[in-house]
């Protein structure tokens, strides 16, 4: 079955770093683009990245163009988020997914933004 499980967040202060991962298995990695998502509390889930399954090509939401940077290791099944510059915005719960015809989520890494 999928499994998608997100590790690296934590409390940074502002303008700090943060580097998400995501380990993927279940499924053929290299053949799916990969997606993270974000929810804050009381606010609607928010597309954050997307990359394609080959990683040639990435997309981001106006929100985090020019501080998060995704991409992939198909080797590893590996799926990260680099995020620099972090703002107090940005605190939220991180989700790595990938759409099957179903999107199948993981359970989340937090982020905090915070001094």
């Known amino acids: 079955q999928v499994q998608l499980v997100e590790s690296g967040g934590g409390l940074v202060q502002p303008g700090g770093s943060l580097r998400l991962s995501c380990a993927a298995s279940?499924?053929?990695?290299?053949?799916?683009?990969m997606t993270w998502y974000r929810q804050a509390p009381g606010k609607e889930r928010e597309l954050v990245a997307t990359?394609?399954?080959?990683?040639?090509?990435?997309n981001y939401a106006d929100s985090v163009k020019g501080r998060f940077t995704i991409s992939r290791d198909n080797r590893k099944n590996m799926v990260y988020l680099q995020m620099n510059g972090l703002k107090p915005e940005d605190t939220a719960v991180y989700y790595c997914?990938?759409?099957?015809?179903?999107?199948?989520w993981g359970q989340g890494t937090q982020v905090t933004v915070s001094s």
């Open positions: 997914t990938v759409n099957r015809g179903v999107r199948y």
């Open positions: 279940g499924f053929t990695f290299r053949s799916y683009a």
């Open positions: 990359i394609t399954n080959s990683g040639g090509s990435m």
